[in-house]
């Protein structure tokens, strides 16, 4: 055979798995493709695996390679009568024989391959499942190594199907391996190598890919220079090798001689096997996406699954507003519609495109391109060829950027994702030159594919939309809380849910209290999603305004339970609710059904969890709350915190209860690495467990509690009468002038006597309390026994009525009113200048 037969050989196209192309009788056979994993059970069998041996795909998979290769065939002693020979490549050019072709194999299976092996056998009829006599099979096997769990890779081919009848010339062919480059074409070659392998990432394709090519291309031998490559290609049968096979099946019938497998078409004209075929394709391809919800994982899922068994390149736009999960007009899209590149997958050199078509761009489409057409029919658009002319069109988009070199030549397929009747966006497949082009069948297939991955697109769209909106409106109902309060220090932490991304109904919050108490809350709305984070947002509301009401904690949660009940019955909650006094130094807590705080004394390190009454969570009604209060001490820190952090599925709550003292008590640099802290050990204790991440959102707010010196507090007690005002102005500016802060005393003076002298004009039996509370801000409180809350009043110069508050309004950083049990408190708050 001379040079040039070598070259006709390599450049045919063929059928099924693989072929091998030349001058040699009918041209093209087709090549069983099977692959083993470590265990050595079968995890892929191809359909010409199927018509070689005789065996379905269903009965192959998962059962022992050795049971099922040629090597099953062979005698124990590796004899000629059902053996044959197998040969052990070297590539670095030595060859080893090995005695008949089951101890080749054998070795391969279940003792591990460095070099691939090669082999002939002549297998029974009932070895192969043909109808009578017996079969002449080629097979070249390759070990693969690397993460994945396939093992070896096994060809095998009918070797009758090279010759016909010229059994004198099949006597002579030999399967054998080469270098691929020792051939004319031998890119093509490449290139074309992961069509003959299942269907797999990109990334799996090309691992084995250069596996092969450095181990040695599969090739036959019929002398040591007469060799041509095997040739893959995918596709189906042309319709001349159809007509072929039906008129040897009908020679076969009219001999009373059993039809041989491959030329069967169990009763089904194979002009349909195509449309099998293609039906088969779409059933894998829609098993293969919509395993998550999650729109950026979908979206890989989709082109992985194209690429290299329909097409060789895939790149997927997406509507803009899409990508950023938000709504958009369900109109036609037009010239200014911005489409996103999601996605791009390809078998070309890895970087070949990322260059020009980076993924993450966006840019509008002109109407005269097929892409428009695409976009604006909801059709799909099949361009055979793509020209020279139509070439520089679409390059054109492109500035700066030739893409002509990388489209040129090839066939194009432009399928829209859409559903129900709206378009999302579009995915350009392209084909090698080397292959055949897109025809209707393809578009047909394409069409389907695509509308089944605009579906699944469309549900994770609005999935995402969904969750955005939750996320949205939980986002901007969570307090900023600042880091530094009266006599406490505050840091929080909020983490979202990691199972499907869903938002839950956790939230924390602090709220300012008369006498410069902080009230601390933390709660969790059973459930998740949208409707979760809606209650959570008004239960927050309820619990801001009943706190500053300054009711008990209580009552406070007694009036929160039924707000919930009358909201619905689906309004489940817990919530722990704690008002710190700096001053009394003591905590007054009260608890629905919330998981207990942690209080990390200051004293010794110790960390305990407070012992509270449990309580029934917010919406059951009719329990009783009991409130209690806890000694504290400056340096104290209290921990709240939501189930979601110490609560995983299939684990004992008390470990993570256990967990969050213990990480509650280790020292930290900064309240912020304190929280941190918290969470790490917390995730490291369920990871160890074996009981993988949190999926729960989580609440955390830590408190430290300073305390305020009592040397930074005066009180006085004024009888109600209009002369106690002169001396509360006295007493004022000179405890002011004793702390050091005789700027402010100006104003904090004017301001005391405007609310002593309303207090003084309608107190009625108690004293009036006057206090002064020096901190990071100077505040002023003044409470009487009168109920009735002032108003701020809209006056005139000239008015009496009404003066005083509109001048504390005027000059406080801060003020406010509110009822207290004996009557109520009006207050002031004053920055001081920085030391």
Known sequence: MDRGTKRDASADHGAEDGTVTGDLGAGRIPLAVVVVDR??????????????????????????????????????????????????????????????LGPGLEFSLDQGLSYPAAGRARLAATAAGSGSGRVDVLWWAYPLVGPGHERLLVLAADAEALHGEETEVSERIAPGFALHTDFPGSADLARRLPEILPSMSVGESARIVAQILELGYPILEFSQNDRVPVTPDWGVPRRAERKARRERAARARAAGEPVPEELRDDGEDLEYAAVREHLEFLKEVSSRIGTSLDLSRTIVEVSEAVVPRFTDVACTYLREQVVAGEGFDEGVPDTTT???????????????????????????FPAHTPFFQC??????????????????????????????????????????LKARDVVLGFM?????????????????????????????????????????????????????????????????????????????????????????????????????????????????????????????????????????????????????????DPI???????????????????????SELLDLPTGAPIGVGGVPFEAVRVRVEPGDRLVMCTDGLVEVRGEDIGVGLATLCESAAHPAASMDDACDTIIRALAATFSEAGRGG?????????????????????????????????????????????WGLGKPADHAELMVSELVTNAVQHAHARPVALRLVRGDTLLCEVEDDDHELPTLLDVEPMDEAGRGLRVVSTLAREWGTSRTTSGKTVWFELALPRR
């Open 338 to 364: 911005m489409w996103h590149r999601v996605a791009l997958e390809h078998t070309d050199e890895p970087g070949r495109w990322d260059d020009v078509v980076p993924v993450g761009e966006a840019m509008p």
């Open 375 to 416: 976009m604006t029919t909801g059709e799909p658009v099949l361009v055979p060829r793509i020209s020279e002319e139509m070439g520089h069109a679409v390059a054109s988009q492109f500035e700066k950027r030739d893409l002509r070199p990388l489209i040129t030549g090839r066939s194009m397929l432009v399928v829209p």
């Open 39 to 100: 265990d050595g059970l079968v995890s892929h069998w191809s359909t010409g695996a199927r018509r070689l041996f005789g065996l379905a795909k269903g009965d192959a998979l998962g059962r022992s390679a050795v049971d099922l290769l040629p090597v099953s065939g062979a005698l124990p002693d590796g004899g000629e009568e059902e053996g044959g020979t197998a040969a052990r490549h070297d590539p670095y050019g030595s060859h080893e024989a090995c005695d008949g």
């Open 694 to 738: 949190r999926k729960d959102d989580v609440a955390l707010l830590m408190a430290r509690l300073s305390g305020i010196e009592p040397d930074h507090v005066a009180e006085w007690r004024l009888v109600p009468d209009p002369s106690e005002v002169a001396r509360a102005r006295a007493m004022v500016r000179e405890q002011l002038y004793e």
């Open 428 to 580: 350009v497949l392209l084909r090698h030159p080397e292959r055949p082009v897109f025809n209707d069948m393809d578009r047909v297939t394409g069409a389907e594919l695509a509308a089944r991955a605009g579906l699944v697109l469309d549900n994770a769209r609005m999935y995402t939309y969904q969750e955005n909106v939750a996320e949205t409106l939980q986002e901007s109902m969570l307090p900023h809380i600042p880091p530094r309060m009266a006599g406490c220090d505050i840091a929080t932490r909020y983490l979202p849910g990691t199972l499907l991304g869903r938002v839950g109904g956790d939230w924390f919050d602090s709220v300012k209290l008369p006498g410069a108490r902080t009230a601390f809350v933390v709660g969790d709305v059973m459930g998740h999603g949208l409707n979760s984070a809606v209650t959570m947002g008004q239960l927050r509301t309820a619990v801001q305004t009943m706190a500053g009401l300054d009711l008990p904690p209580a009552q406070l949660l007694r009036h929160l339970d039924d707000l919930a009940q009358r909201l619905g019955d689906t309004h489940l909650a817990t919530c722990l609710y704690a008002v710190y």
């Open 584 to 606: 009394a130094n003591d905590l007054h807590l009260a608890n629905a059904g919330h998981i207990p705080p942690v209080l990390v004394r200051a004293a010794d390190g110790r």
